[in-house]
């Protein structure tokens, strides 16, 4: 569960807010999309919650515990992370990408090869065919599962997720997204996922915070924030899906 | 010439061992101190800008420079010490911006993940940027491994080992046998040491493959038996050497090779080890005696009355002598007597050029001189002497040239220039048959050759028994032939040395 308490940031100083005063709780297992323009201040949201940035005011609370009560270095191996640069270690390969986590955790050799080998399963990419490789040999989409898989592999139950899928292609992004849909739900991870696709946030979100200008303008699910906005600017950031919406049904009926 | 080879070659052990030494303790030292500065520079701005403009200053000092000041600072210390720390200086540069720039070029999206799972500002310097920066560092280290060789060939002018001592003694005494020797040996080490680093470098970077290719493994282990065997060979030298009984030293120029080599033949006969220190800067070798590095060299009264004394008057020959020798005993430096020659400045013409004008003292120039061009080394135009001519005669010459002092000889052979400042003992006044001016007005200083010697030589009195055979036997004459039989008619410094014991036995 992350709790998010009046939290503000301000990289001058207090003149102008990167975040003001922003306060939303995740519950444990919900998928959580932070939605907006670039700029609004939803990565640094973001970011606060595993403390690559620090909130000027405010409380941030990971299943019931202040971050800054807690070692940077050691709240970042208890959270997931996936981002859009993915950041694969392009000197280490595939399977040493995986365990970076539980290296760091000091796992025992036999469990960290265990579960690189139920991780890299689980992204469809079988440690036997792929594991010895170096990231430079995979695709785009194969090196951002590698990406989910490193993220997994210490068995966080909180995952921060920074455009994850944004660099990639349309077909990959579709495959990408319903695999990552099913293992947060089997596995019962809270995620928090920054984008800027709606239509991305609406399918796989459970609730959806739009941002705008370091404000949370409304935070709802996906069926109330397309059907009662309650926000100008909700009401502009959905209607571009729900025309596509309605486009592509009028062509289903056509045929 | 083949036996000028192989006599050359016997040398190759003694100076390749010095030479890698030297080249491996200043990288290896250079890399110790320059991989940290350029860590601490990629994190902090602050230091990054003053750090590059330091070592890039160092660069630019010309290497001579450094290397006087370096044994200027250790108090006149000679040998592998100086010239160990001008070269861990000279190999900064690269190591520390290539460090820099390989850490800089890190992508951020690598830095950010590295952060974001968890890794600690230190894990990351070494887990992930320092390996990616490698490939950047070790092309730093090898710039730096092929300049330090190439430059470790000067350090022979502070008296440290090296194939430079090939090439300095080659240039001086026009053995090109030697010089090609000195510099394919150069060249050929710094190409060996820069692939044994890119060697290893591929090593390093496989050192995740299965080793069960036998190819991988038998190079790997040639890698490394090769960086074994020149690990030992260059840490022999730190071993220490059975110490010879004297160290006869000597400048970088002809007569002092030869007289060098005379002392040294003298001093085996009569039972002594000598070892030689040949092509060492004049400051360099008189702090040496004085400290007691060096055993016996010859010196020049000029030289101590101008450059140490700081005399700008010239008072006459004797009296420069007795001068020189009250100064010499007040800095506890052993005076042993004088050989007899005298290598001073003199003006030179062609003696057909002379004749058509008239001319056989300095003084017949003065009315002259507004349509003369003159040339001299390098330095001579700028020294006390030529203000003091100048001025005693009220004349200047129409063109004042300077060269290279073979150079200077030909420019004279070919009528360039009309008046040379050439040395008296010079072979190639004699070659030349040129005309040596007169200096009625005592312009020009003496320079009494004469044998300086460490209070530790001084007392033995076998050593001084030997080198009174040396004392006054050496004309003017018999040292311009000796050095003649070396710059003009090619001979090694060998036959020369022969040459003089010969007239030393006639006189």
Not at chain 1, 169 to 188: A, H, V, W
Not at chain 1, 189 to 213: C, P, S
Not at chain 2, 17 to 37: N, R
């Amino acid at each position: 569960m992350i709790e998010l308490k009046n939290v503000q940031k301000s990289y001058d100083g207090g003149a102008t807010l990167a975040v003001a005063d922003t306060s939303l709780t995740v519950e444990r297992g919900e998928f959580l999309g932070l939605i907006g323009a670039s700029g609004c201040g939803k990565t640094t949201t973001l970011k606060m919650i595993n403390r690559l940035e620090e909130p000027t005011s405010g409380e941030i609370l990971v299943n019931g515990r202040n971050v800054l009560d807690q070692n940077p270095e050691a709240l970042r191996r208890n959270i997931g992370y996936v981002f859009q640069g993915i950041g694969l270690f392009p000197h280490r390969t595939v399977a040493q990408n995986v365990i970076a986590v539980p290296q760091l955790l000091q796992w025992s050799p036999e469990d960290i090869r265990a579960r690189c080998e139920a991780c890299m399963e689980m992204v469809g990419l079988p440690i036997e065919e792929y594991g010895a490789r170096s990231p430079s040999q995979l695709s785009g989409g194969q090196q951002q599962r590698i990406g989910v898989a490193r993220a997994l592999a210490a068995k966080p139950d909180v995952v921060l997720m920074d455009e994850p899928f944004g660099a990639l292609d349309p077909i990959t992004r579709n495959e990408l997204q319903d695999e990552f849909k099913n293992i947060q739900r089997s596995m019962e991870l809270t995620v928090v996922m920054v984008t800027h696709d709606m239509t991305e946030a609406l399918l796989l979100a459970d609730r959806i915070a739009v941002m705008r200008d370091g404000i949370v303008l409304q935070i709802a699910t996906p069926h109330e924030l397309l059907t009662n906005p309650t926000h100008d600017y909700v009401r502009e950031i959905v209607a571009m899906p729900r025309k596509r919406a309605e486009r592509i049904e009028e062509l289903m009926r056509d045929e | 010439m083949s036996e000028n080879l192989s006599e050359q070659l016997l040398l190759l052990p003694a100076y390749f061992q010095g030479h890698l030494l030297l080249t491996l303790a200043a990288i290896t030292v250079g890399v110790m101190i320059s991989v940290p500065l350029g860590v601490w520079a990629e994190q902090s701005v602050r230091v990054k800008r003053p750090l590059l403009t330091i070592v890039s200053i160092i660069q630019t000092f010309p290497s001579l420079a450094i290397l006087a000041l370096v044994v200027a600072l250790l108090g006149g210390r000679i040998g592998f010490l100086p010239a160990f720390i001008a070269l861990t200086l000279y190999s900064m540069l690269p190591i520390v911006r290539n460090t820099v720039t390989g850490l800089e070029s890190v992508s951020n999206s690598v830095i950010e993940a590295a952060k974001g799972i968890g890794m600690s500002p230190r894990q990351i310097l070494r887990e992930i940027k320092l390996p990616l920066a490698m490939p950047v560092i070790v092309a730093g280290i090898r710039t730096a491994m092929v300049w330090t060789v190439g430059l470790a060939t000067l350090s022979t002018l502070v008296g440290a080992v090296s194939f430079g001592n090939y090439i300095f003694t080659g240039i001086q005494t026009r053995n090109l046998v030697a010089v090609t020797v000195g510099s394919l040996a150069s060249a050929g080490l710094a190409v060996g040491l820069d692939s044994l680093v890119a060697s290893v470098q591929w090593l390093i970077e496989r050192r995740n493959e299965a080793a069960d290719s036998t190819r991988l493994r038998r190079l790997r282990l040639s890698v490394y038996a090769v960086v074994a065997l020149i690990t030992a060979v260059a840490l022999y030298g730190l071993l220490p050497q059975p110490r010879a009984d004297l160290v006869v030293a000597g400048k970088p120029f002809t007569e002092q090779y030869i007289m060098a080599g005379l002392l040294a033949q003298e001093l085996e006969e009569a039972g002594f080890s000598v070892e030689q220190r040949l092509g060492l800067g004049s400051d360099v070798v008189y702090e040496a005696v004085r400290s007691g590095s060096v055993d016996v060299y010859v010196e020049y009264t000029g030289t101590i009355w101008a450059n140490y004394m700081n005399r700008e008057d010239n008072p006459g020959r004797e009296s420069i002598r007795a001068g020189v020798m009250n100064y010499l005993q007040e800095q506890g430096v052993m005076a042993v007597g004088f050989t007899g020659f005298q290598n001073r400045y003199a003006l030179a013409m062609r003696r057909d050029r002379a004749e058509q004008l008239g001319v056989s003292s300095i003084e017949d120039l003065v009315s002259l001189s507004a349509e003369l061009a003159a040339g001299a080394d390098l330095e001579f135009f700028g020294r006390p002497e030529w203000l003091r001519l100048r001025d005693l005669y009220n004349m200047d010459f129409a063109e004042k040239l300077t060269f290279d002092p073979s150079l200077m000889y030909s420019a004279l052979a070919q009528r360039q220039v009309d008046v040379i400042s050439a040395y008296t003992t010079d072979g190639r006044v004699a070659a030349f048959d040129l005309l040596l001016l007169e200096d009625p007005r005592n312009a020009l200083l003496a320079y009494d050759a004469m044998l300086l010697a460490s209070p530790h030589a001084a007392a033995s009195p076998a050593f001084m028994r030997t080198i009174a055979a040396l004392i006054d036997s050496i004309s003017d004459q018999a040292m311009r032939q000796a050095n003649r039989l070396v710059d003009v008619d090619g001979e090694p410094v060998s036959v020369a040395v022969e040459y003089l014991r010969g007239e030393m036995l006639r006189n």
